[in-house]
């Protein structure tokens, strides 16, 4: 058997590669990913399909070839001019909406539990804005991910974001995950239903089993920002220093601070100059409400009654949450905008003893 040998290829594929050639982008992905893509989307009949990182159409003509006719695609990528290939051979087709924006907004304005299939291909929805994509998946969807063997278009120090990826998805007790070391290396993660998972929990409130994980004190070990790049910054230094707080009764409070904050020149705390004032607030987030937790989308939501930002007073902060196999808890935040960048906010806490 040659696995090389593919019997349906899409008929807009040479003419999409020769373009894409023209143009000397290299990050298409492989005919078999491709053909198992068609696949996969052939196995969900009048499905709802994402493609994150469309980049010239090649994995999006796969898609469609499988798709039925009630099936609907939406692609992404932020990059006009390789978008724009993908249109023009693939534009026709009904069932494809192309979304020339970034990736991180998009995965943030979509509904959870929306797709039966995600495809993620770019940046934002894998190495950056994982819980936000993974919680886009409905009960029984799919989300595949290649590029997982040594690449020779990898940037300098991408290698070890790769095995960090897969472990990270691994110990997800909601999915089930097989890897696959063929052609560019892939994985498929596939979300069980609640009665399947591992964690199953009954409570959409701060009731039930899933409540009890949360309940306690927790030491805040590290918190970092990712924006749709890549990037990495640690907004309250390499050792932060924080407390969170869940009561049985549903009421929570959350403390972070850098460790190493300047005192004031005096000891009177409204003497302070504005340049003390500044860097203590910036160096210093605090808050305190109630919170809920809805089991199907992984998310705990913090309602606020008062915190140091005002801003935030009345609002509803909702965490994608995820417990590791050490019974850390891990939470990250929606894209938020931060001095006119979107960030995304990564927690990890440990239960104090």
């Known amino acids: 058997m040659n696995d090389q040998t593919l019997a349906r290829m899409p008929v807009s594929i040479p003419a999409i590669l020769a373009e894409t050639n023209a143009?000397?982008?290299?990050?298409?992905?492989?005919p078999t990913v491709g053909a198992l893509l068609a696949a996969l989307a052939a196995s969900k009949p009048g499905g709802r399909f994402l493609e994150l990182g469309t980049g010239t159409g090649h994995g999006t003509a796969w898609l469609l070839s499988g798709m039925d006719s009630a099936s609907t695609l939406d692609t992404v990528d932020s990059e006009k001019m390789f978008v724009s290939v993908a249109h023009r051979h693939l534009g026709?087709?009904?069932r494809v909406s192309f979304h020339v924006t970034d990736g991180a907004e998009f995965i943030h304005q979509a509904p959870a539990a929306s797709y039966d299939l995600i495809y993620a291909d770019a940046w934002p929805g894998k190495f950056s804005h994982l819980d936000q994509a993974l919680a886009l998946l409905r009960t029984g969807g799919m989300y595949v991910i290649d590029d997982l063997l040594p690449q020779p278009n990898w940037p300098e120090g991408h290698a070890p974001k790769v095995p960090a990826l897969i472990e990270d998805l691994e110990r997800r007790g909601e999915f089930v995950t097989v890897k696959l070391?063929?052609?560019s290396g892939l994985m498929i993660v596939v979300r069980m239903s609640a009665s399947q998972s591992q964690d199953d929990a009954?409570?959409?409130?701060?009731?039930?089993e899933m409540a009890s994980r949360f309940v306690g004190a927790w030491r805040l070990l590290a918190c970092e920002t990712r924006n749709?790049?890549?990037?990495v910054q640690?907004?309250?230094g390499d050792k932060p220093t924080g407390q969170l707080l869940y009561d049985a009764s549903g009421n929570m409070s959350a403390q972070l601070m850098k460790t190493a904050r300047a005192r004031f020149a005096s000891r009177d705390p409204a003497l302070g100059t504005d340049a003390e004032v500044r860097d203590a607030f910036d160096g210093y987030i605090a808050y305190f409400g109630t919170y809920s937790i809805d089991d199907s989308t992984r998310a705990v939501t913090h309602t606020v009654h008062g915190a140091s930002f005002p801003n935030w007073t009345g609002a509803k902060l909702v965490r994608s949450y995820a417990f590791d196999e050490r019974g850390r808890l891990r939470l990250s935040t929606p894209a938020i905008e931060?001095?006119?960048e979107s960030l995304e906010y990564i927690l990890l806490w440990e239960r104090m003893a």
């Open 234 to 236: 640690f907004p309250f």
């Open 228 to 231: 749709s790049r890549g990037q």
């Open 202 to 208: 009954r409570s959409s409130t701060a009731s039930g």
């Open 92 to 94: 026709h087709d009904r």
């Open 338 to 340: 931060v001095g006119g």
């Open 23 to 30: 143009l000397n982008f290299n990050m298409v992905s492989e």
């Open 181 to 183: 070391a063929w052609a």
